[in-house]
């Protein structure tokens, strides 16, 4: 019966279904980003310290963009902590 009343076609159409199908592809491009700078870090400078980590999964995706296009400028792991140091706080719906 509620496959019935809730078609493929109406659940598509439905306003909550496509909120959260955005929010669902939102999430997993950040964490493909989030996942992609890790790597990079890791292969340029070592193991990534925890807190850095967990600093690193704050930010929104687009200022996990802007890092990797930033992180190809590093040098050396303390190019990282001042970049983060001088970034602005995400916003509060990432």
Same mark, same amino acid.
């Given at each position: 019966?509620?496959?019935?009343?809730?078609?493929?076609?109406?659940?598509?159409?439905?306003?909550?279904?496509?909120?959260?199908?955005?929010?669902?592809? =939102?999430?997993?491009?950040? *964490?493909?980003?989030?996942? /992609?700078?890790?790597? $990079? &870090?890791?292969?340029?400078?070592? !193991?990534? =310290?925890?807190?850095?980590? *967990?600093?690193?999964?704050? /930010?929104?995706?687009? $200022? &996990?963009?802007?890092?990797?296009? !930033?992180?190809?400028?590093?040098?050396?792991?303390?190019?990282?902590?001042?970049?983060?140091?001088?970034?602005?706080?995400?916003?509060?719906?990432?």
């Amino acid at each position: 019966m509620i496959t019935q009343l809730f078609s493929e076609e109406i659940m598509q159409e439905s306003v909550i279904y496509q909120d959260i199908l955005q929010k669902g592809e =939102e999430r997993g491009k950040k *964490q493909e980003a989030l996942e /992609l700078i890790l790597r $990079q &870090l890791a292969r340029r400078f070592g !193991a990534v =310290e925890p807190e850095t980590q *967990q600093q690193l999964r704050t /930010l929104a995706t687009t $200022q &996990l963009e802007d890092l990797a296009e !930033a992180l190809l400028d590093f040098t050396r792991p303390s190019d990282l902590v001042n970049y983060l140091a001088n970034i602005s706080p995400p916003p509060a719906n990432s």
